[in-house]
Structures are given as structure tokens and as C-alpha cells.
């Protein structure tokens, strides 16, 4: 149930009759909103003040005229101006009983299906296979499948695809690794470990011999930072009073002290590398790792027999490994068309290009150059080692064949929005204005320092032991054995260590979605497994609360079944203000829907198990004055759990029927 359509349908038909220009009656329409004062309104329209003009009437008789011929009786109970013309509109409880009804009788809980359905497809997750799966890939693969969900609910047809890295460098780095440092036995027992760690070794050596190589270009960089200290020094005294000179010193200083940070941070770097003494002395035996890895991965791209060999031994092992993790995230694809999948239509996609007149070449290198970028798109490279742009174009061209979709929305971490910026420059010039590409941005995932979040030795954080962890913090709160035994539940291993899976994995899901995307956010386990405040665990534990009253109605004379049937009717304040909420729930996905960001799912849920409480403390159900009244807030209490169970469910959460 939308009540903001309903609400603008019937303002539009009034606002027909006055305006004869349709945009402007359109642009009203958008002026009506839920309110921000809940104790004056449920919805306003602030629609009077910017007609005032073109209608040339002051707003009060313009808002005056509107509310005289709106026809809003049924719904509203009542319909007010204030000050210099704003409508203020209080649903009334008997209309939201009613739509209430209505949804307990429908498994979609009375949201909608869209009458303008669009095809989407969702580009998330999309790991690089052969690394081991860190923190930053969660935030791609939850926050894509909650957007993935959430359209479809709505109605709209949705393709999933996991556009998995299996083609890039990182398999040159493996082949190489496994060529030349595998520990065979390791390999034989465990192999994906066995390729992370030799992915990791030639990562590390890598870094190490960079870091050796740029030594010299830090050291100039100190030198140059720490004269243009000395120049804005020279500066500021002789005009001591000059505030621009104190300004341009501070900045000087502040690039000095960057500079011999970045100098620090390599040290470390290499004082790390170099108390390995294998990591050394393989170092040493491999000079200049970087162009032996780039080989490696043109002789796969060639499709050289024993590259391409090994990368067909490789692939379903990583693949596995990873499927390992969707698995226990309960995250399914439609597609899993990773990189490689595009390699032989690479070479047509610049023949495309060419034969649109948008690749120059330049420099040996082939290049598509755009308007408003400082540096151009490079499709291929002076070797002929294409890149991953151009995957991208042929990726969006199979799409295009494939789904002919109205929108593809790419879940990709913030730090590549140039590259899909200049991505869509190219599509859009190549002709696909019809389609909306958009880069669904992410921040970055910060330990409690405020970094991003790291290890103790500084690499990145493995998913897998995360999940873990979480687990094990989630069962020490849902199942610590004292809470259970005041709550009055028995649990067996086995359900404590369902719940305890369910919590945890709900708890990091949560966590990343109740942020706004755009936004870095800390990563706090403890925080995340809490009982209370905006968590996973608190709204699951809402909804167990709910099936909790649902269970001991059930043992009761006068509600066993009854409730079932039974008619909800609002009465007392906060049993009305729980109601307006619940009708909310189809407004609520909308409007997250708007800019895709679930976090306006995870407020409402928050919002509504609050709600749920206070209506709990203040309204007796079991022990209700009437047994109608029981009736009703028992079946209130229903439609709060499944609200917050499909709420839930679309963020890819699942509940617990008791905790
Ligand atoms: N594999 C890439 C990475 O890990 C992300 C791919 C995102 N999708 C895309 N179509 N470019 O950085």
C-alpha cells in the first residue's frame, strides 16, 4: 500500500482543475511528503507558497481553495493549514486499520507490484579469484544483494552478475608462483591455500622490490619537499604578517611530512621483507617479478598450452572456494560471467570502436579519448595485451544483446569511479544512451584506528575467519546460558549453533548496510553482535518476540486461532503510530530505492522494532481489557514480525523464531 501515491492522485485531480499546466501540477506533486513534525501530521504538502506566483494568489487562498475541493474524507481525519499555507494531513486510524487487514491477508504484507516495471541488472560482488576473499568484499556482495532483492520485490525483473576477476594478473602472479616456489605436497593436500600463500609470497616480493626501486625517487621527493619548506620560510619572514605565506608554510610542511611518512612506510616495508630470509633470497633470485608476472599472464591471454593448462587446474578450485562463501552468505547469482568469458570478443570491441570513430591510436597504444578527462580511455596496450576497460565495454555490449536492460547499476568500491565514468563517456558515445549506467559507490572498510582495516602484520583481513568470528561473539550474547535461562528457553547444541550462525552473519551484514554506502565505515565487532541499538540481532530479536506472543496466545482459550481472523483497530497513540508505520513499509523501499541505499531499509526496521517495543510496554496484549482488543494487537503483533522478516529477508538476513 502507497499511500503517498494515493495521497498525490487525489491532490492531482484537484490540482488538474486549478493549474492548466501539467508540469507544474507534477512539480507540486513531488511537494508532498511525510512529515517531519509527526505530532502536527502524517503527511504534508507544501504545495501553496511556489504557486503562489504563476496562479498570482497568496498561498493561504490557494491552500484554502485545494483543501475545499479535495476529496480525502476516507482517508484522512483531518486535513489542516498552517501558518502561510501549508496542508497538513492525519491519516485516519480507521483507514490504516483497514489497509492493516488488507495486508495481513497478503504474503507480500500489501506492497505492490510496480505498474512500470525495468529491466536492471546488478553487476556485484565480482571478486578477483585466486586471492583469498577479504573484508572489502562484503560490502560489494551485501550491498548488491539487498539492492538486487529490493527491486525485485518491487516487481521489476533483476539480472544478477558476479563479473568475477578470472583473467587478470593475479593468475600470472599464481602460475608463476606454482611454477617456481610451489611446495608440491601442500599443494596436493590443499591447494587453494597453497596458491594463497604462493599469491601472497610474489605480492610480497613485488612490493618489496618496488619499494627498494622507488627508494631513490622518495629520497628526492624529501629533498624537493624540504626546499620548498625552506622557500616558504624565506617567504613568511620577510612578510611575517602575510597570511597566504603562513598558509602556503603549513602546506609545505605538511608535504614534507607526507614524504617522509611514504619514505617510512617503505622502510618498514622492506625491514619487514628483508628479516624473511626466504622472501630475500627468492627476491634476489627473481629480480624484476612484476614484467616475469606480466609474461606469465600474456602467455594465458595467448592461450599458451601449459599457461592456459594450470589456469583450468586452478579456476574451479578458486571457484569452489569462493562458492564456499556465497554459501554460508546465502548469496546466489544469476550469472558468473567472469573476465575470461569476454576474451574472444575483446578484439571486436576495438574493431567497434574504430568503426564508430572513437579509437585513435596513440603512442603504439589504442585509445578512446573523451571530453572533460584529463588522461584517455585505453583500450589496448602497445604490446596488444588488452585491459580492464575493455572487458568492460564487452561486457556491457553482451548485456545489451542479452537483457536489453533499462539500468545496469555496478556495486564497486568508490576508489574506481573514474574508471566507470569514463566507462559510460565511452557506452553512451558508442550509442547506449538508452540504458542508465550507474556506479552504486562504496566507502571503505576502517579499523578502530581509523585506517583501513588491516591486520595486526598489516594485510587485509580474510572474510572467512571474520565470519567466524562473528559467530563465536554472536553465540556468546544470543546463547549466553543466563539470558536463555530468564528468557525461559532450552536449547539444544545444535539450534544454539543455527542461531549463533544466523546472528553473526546477520550481525556483519547489518553492519555494512545500516551505513550509507557512500561513507568509510569502522568495523566493530562488538558493537555489531549487541542486543541493543541499531543491530541485526535487535530486530531479530523483535521478530522472535513477536512469534514469542504468537506462541503463548496459542495456549490461550480466547486467542488460540482466533487472532488469525480477527479485525485490527487502532486506538491508543502509539498503537496508531506502529500502524502508520507498517503501512510505510512499500513508501519505505521506494524511497530507498531512489538513490539505492539499503540503509533507509535498516532505519525503518530499527524504527519499527523500536515502535514495537513502546507499543509492547504500553499496550497489554495478553492481558488486553477486551478480548477484541487482544485479538487485534495480537494480530498487529503478527504483521510486525513478518514486516520485519521481509524487511530482513531483502537485506539477506534470516530470523530466529525464538532468542
Ligand atoms: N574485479 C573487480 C575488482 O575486484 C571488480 C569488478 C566490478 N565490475 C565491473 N564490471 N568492473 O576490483
Known sequence: MQILSLLRE???????????NPQLVASSLERIVPSREPQLADYQANIAMPLAKPLGKPPLEIAKSVVDRLKLDDVCETVSIAGAGYINLKLSPKWMS???????????????????????VVDYSSPNVAKPMHVGHIRSTVIGAAIANTLRFLGHRVITDNHLGDWGTQFGMIIYG????????????????????????????????????????????????????????????????????????????????????????????????????????DAKMHPDLNSAVLAETAALHRGEKENLALWNEFLPRCLDEIHAVYDRLGT????????????????????????????????????????????????????????????????????????????CLYVVDHRQSEHFKKLFAVLEKMGYQHTQFKHISFGTVLGKDGKPFKTRSGSTVGLEPLLDEA????????????????????????????????????????????????????????????????????????????????????????????????????????????????????????????????????????????????????????????EAIGLSRLKLTHLVGQTLKVGLDLLGIQVIERM
Open 471 to 626: 559467530v563465536e561473539r554472536a553465540w556468546a550474547v544470543a546463547c549466553d546460558p543466563n539470558r536463555l535461562q530468564v528468557a525461559g528457553i532450552e536449547m539444544d547444541e545444535s539450534e544454539k549453533r543455527q542461531v549463533a550462525e544466523i546472528v553473526g552473519i546477520g550481525a556483519i551484514k547489518y553492519a555494512d548496510l545500516s551505513h550509507n554506502r557512500e561513507s568509510n565505515y569502522v568495523f566493530d565487532m562488538d558493537k555489531m553482535v549487541q542486543l541493543e541499538g541499531n543491530t541485526a540481532a535487535y530486530i531479530q530479536y523483535s521478530y522472535a518476540r513477536t512469534r514469542s506472543i504468537l506462541r503463548k496466545a496459542e495456549t490461550q482459550e480466547w486467542a488460540r486461532e482466533k487472532w488469525e481472523t480477527a479485525t485490527i483497530d487502532l486506538q491508543a497513540p502509539v498503537e496508531i503510530a506502529l500502524g502508520l508505520q507498517l503501512i510505510r513499509f512499500e513508501e519505505t523501499l521506494k524511497h530507498s530505492m531512489q538513490d539505492y541505499l539499503p540503509n533507509v531499509i535498516t532505519e525503518y526496521l530499527f524504527d519499527t522494532a523500536k515502535l514495537f517495543s513502546s507499543f509492547f510496554d504500553q499496550c497489554p496484549v495478553l492481558k488486553a481489557e477486551t
Open 332 to 407: 546466489r547469482f544469476d550469472y558468473e560471467y567472469g573476465e575470461s568469458f569476454y576474451h574472444d570478443l575483446l578484439g571486436s570491441v576495438i574493431e567497434e570502436l574504430f568503426a564508430k570513430s572513437l579509437a585513435v591510436p596513440s603512442n603504439g597504444a589504442i585509445c578512446v579519448f573523451l571530453d572533460g578527462f584529463d588522461a584517455p580511455m585505453i583500450v589496448q596496450k602497445q604490446d596488444g595485451a588488452y585491459l580492464y576497460a575493455t572487458t568492460d565495454i564487452a561486457t556491457a555490449m553482451f548485456r545489451e544483446r542479452e537483457f536489453e536492460p533499462d539500468a
Open 98 to 120: 483497514r489497509q492493516l487487514n488488507n495486508a495481513t491477508c497478503d504474503d507480500r504484507i500489501g506492497v505492490e507490484r510496480t505498474t512500470d516495471p525495468k529491466t536492471f
Open 178 to 281: 606454482y611454477k617456481h616456489f610451489r611446495d608440491e605436497s601442500a599443494y596436493q593436500s590443499q591447494p587453494v591455500a597453497e596458491l594463497s600463500r604462493l599469491y601472497r609470497h610474489i605480492q610480497a616480493m613485488i612490493a618489496y622490490q618496488e619499494a627498494v626501486a622507488n627508494l631513490p625517487k622518495m629520497d628526492a621527493n624529501i629533498q624537493q619537499a624540504s626546499h620548498r619548506v625552506d622557500l616558504a620560510k624565506k617567504k613568511l619572514e620577510e612578510t611575517p604578517q602575510d597570511k597566504k605565506a603562513a598558509k602556503e608554510l603549513q602546506a609545505a610542511q605538511n608535504k614534507l611530512q607526507e614524504a617522509h611518512d611514504d619514505l617510512a612506510a617503505k622502510q618498514e616495508l622492506i625491514a619487514q621483507a628483508e628479516s624473511s630470509p626466504t622472501l630475500l633470497s
Open 10 to 20: 487525489r491532490f492531482a485531480a484537484v490540482l488538474n482543475d486549478l493549474i492548466d
